[in-house]
């Protein structure tokens, strides 16, 4: 798949941008990122997802972005436990190995987002899209476990809270022979409008 140029998308672009209300801006837009998105989307594509795609690429172009690579099988968010303390209070603990897996994503996330001059802690005033291709070593369940333990771990490092995600895909995959698992996160920065702390 070719990259967009300004010849091919035209004032097709420049509405889906306003609809977004992205402004274009920063770092490059890393063509291959795009790509990235564009192919993970589900490759039975029914209208609605080729639709998808074809606003992702005309979007995300532009948009400042960075990927990380996680080694490792994808661990999903485990469920908080609940016990009584000495103080006779309940409390609620997450798993270790959950707490393990988000500690070691959020140390590769930080140094992947200082070296590639990330502000730590997000971009003032953006919100953010996020694609995540997972290669699991066996089924992990629901994906959307697996991903909330990657949202939570980059929680501080690439954004302030998940909640500034406002789009997000994911694929998942088991791992062929050979093939390590773990899982590649892109993130564009897409500088919509917001108010202040929101």
């Not at 393990?100 to 930080?110: F, G, I, M, P």
Request: net charge positive; charged share 25%; hydrophobic share 40%.
């Amino acid at each position: 798949m070719r990259p967009p140029t300004k010849g091919s998308v035209g004032r097709e672009r420049a509405r889906a941008l306003r609809a977004f209300g992205v402004v274009p801006g920063g770092l490059s837009g890393a063509a291959e990122a795009q790509e990235r998105a564009a192919a993970s989307m589900p490759s039975p594509a029914p209208e609605a997802a080729e639709q998808m795609r074809h606003l992702l690429s005309l979007v995300l172009y532009a948009c400042p972005s960075l990927r990380i690579e996680l080694p490792g099988p994808p661990r999903p968010k485990g469920r908080p436990r609940t016990y009584v303390g000495a103080d006779g209070k309940p409390h609620t603990k997450t798993p270790p190995e959950t707490e393990d897996y988000e500690r070691h994503a959020r140390a590769v996330a930080r140094l992947v987002a200082m070296a590639n001059g990330w502000p730590l802690g997000g971009r003032p005033f953006c919100r953010y899209a996020v694609d995540i291709d997972l290669v699991l070593a066996e089924d992990a369940g629901d994906v959307d476990n697996v991903t909330k333990s990657i949202f939570d771990a980059l929680n501080g490092v690439i954004w302030r809270d998940d909640k500034e995600v406002c789009l997000s895909t994911s694929t998942r995959k088991l791992a062929a022979p050979g093939e390590r698992p773990g899982a590649r996160v892109t993130v564009w920065a897409l500088a919509i409008p917001t108010r202040a702390g929101k």
